[in-house]
């Protein structure tokens, strides 16, 4: 089953970054772990950038499961932190030896995916264009990526349910407001 090995080698690959840097894991490396072929490999990655990608989509994928609406975002988000959290070791070295616009990406996508599911829940009886729909959540990702990213720049040693609980205290009611302002906006 093809799944079963692209977990198998995420799986190495994090073992593997516990013990040494992103650029000294070779794709041997992976293989010998694993104990298959380097054309298993290929068959199911072009190179150890795109294993990441997919390691980080997937552990995304994981972290918000389910944790989408206005009731549940915040678990959704604290989820994310505790993704991150338990993938450390993993998110250290890609963040500093790779680049922080591959942990961006992977952030954008999580936080969009989480915050577009809460804006179209509170639009539905809202006239509000897709455009505008799309700004919102984009407004509220750049900002929730940038305040991770921050906690990752020192160190994740800030307790992140305290972040999650500010992040709500701040957005109580904002994208809400948000909503409406953009509705005000498109019936003048």
């Known amino acids: ?28 490396d992976l293989t010998t772990d694993c104990g298959i072929s380097r054309m ?16 980080c989509i997937e552990d ?6 389910g944790k989408k609406t206005y009731d549940t975002w ?18 250290f070295n890609v963040y500093r030896s790779i680049s922080r616009e591959k942990i961006e990406n992977y952030l954008y996508g999580l936080t969009y995916e989480l915050i577009v599911n809460v804006v179209e829940e509170k639009c539905t009886e809202v006239n509000v264009t897709s455009e505008d729909k799309v700004f919102i959540a984009e407004f509220y990702k750049y ?10 720049d020192h160190g994740m040693k800030e307790d992140y349910k305290e972040i999650v609980k500010r992040m709500s205290i701040t957005l109580h009611g904002n994208i809400e407001n948000s909503i409406h302002n953009f509705e005000q906006l498109n019936m003048n």
Do not use: C, R
Request: aromatic letters at 12%; zero cysteines; a positive charge.
């Open 60 to 65: 995304g994928k994981k972290a918000i499961q």
């Open 143 to 152: 900002g929730f990526v940038g305040i991770i990213l921050g906690w990752i």
């Open 1 to 28: 089953m093809p799944n079963t090995t692209k977990q198998a080698l995420g799986e190495s690959l994090k073992k593997l970054l516990a013990h040494k840097p992103i650029d000294k894991i070779t794709i041997n």
């Open 74 to 91: 915040q678990e959704g988000m604290q989820q994310v932190f505790e993704a991150v959290l338990e993938n450390k070791a993993f998110i």
């Open 40 to 55: 298993a490999f290929y068959y199911h990655f072009k190179d150890i950038y795109d294993l990441i990608e997919w390691v």
